[in-house]
């Protein structure tokens, strides 16, 4: 295990393999309850740079039984219902951004605020400096790593009535 602080200043421990997707051009979140907090703090901020109609990207290949939509991860599938269950509107790689002449389309994009956010799981190919040189474009980009995963699923999977996970070791 590693240890990382949070937004909020708090401490929490995730699993050491998820040390390379914890980067210091982004800020690191260690809860639903912390996530919230940012995703609601976010003042709305266009996309910059200026987001351009995506060519063509490969249909998503896994079926998400509970949305009953299509996505290329279980995790963005959790991630898109947790989203939902919060209220919080989103679209699913809507919108492409152009960086230094190469495209990216984010995961999520959240129309209220412009906040683009991308989650990993794993690196491949140069997605790691893509993220990092989207970041440093100036595009309001959130990267959650994989271990959000387990988080949405205990906000999911604990009912309504439970508080939202809180940061903690
Ligand atoms: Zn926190």
Not at 111 to 132: D, M, Q, R, V
Not at 138 to 150: A, I, Q
Request: proline residues 6%; charged residues 20%; hydrophobic residues 35%.
């Amino acid at each position: 295990m590693i240890i990382r602080h949070c937004i909020c200043g708090n401490e929490f421990s995730v699993a050491a393999r998820y040390k390379n997707y914890i980067l210091p051009e982004f800020p690191v979140i260690g809860s639903t309850k912390c996530l919230i907090d940012y995703i609601r703090a976010q003042p709305y901020k266009a996309s910059t740079p200026r987001t351009i109609v995506s060519s063509f990207l490969s249909p998503p290949h896994i079926y998400y039984e509970p949305l009953q939509k299509w996505f290329r991860s279980v995790f963005e599938g959790v991630f898109a219902q947790w989203l939902n269950w919060h209220k919080i509107a989103y679209r699913y790689e809507e919108l492409t951004l152009s960086i230094h002449g190469r495209e990216y389309t984010p995961d999520f994009y959240l129309p209220h605020n412009g906040l683009f956010i991308e989650l990993k799981g794993l690196w491949s190919g140069g997605a790691k400096a893509k993220t990092i040189a989207t970041k440093a474009a100036g595009t309001n980009l959130l990267l959650l790593p994989y271990y959000f995963d387990h988080y949405c699923r205990q906000d999911l999977y604990q009912g309504e009535d439970s508080e939202i996970f809180k940061c903690r070791l």
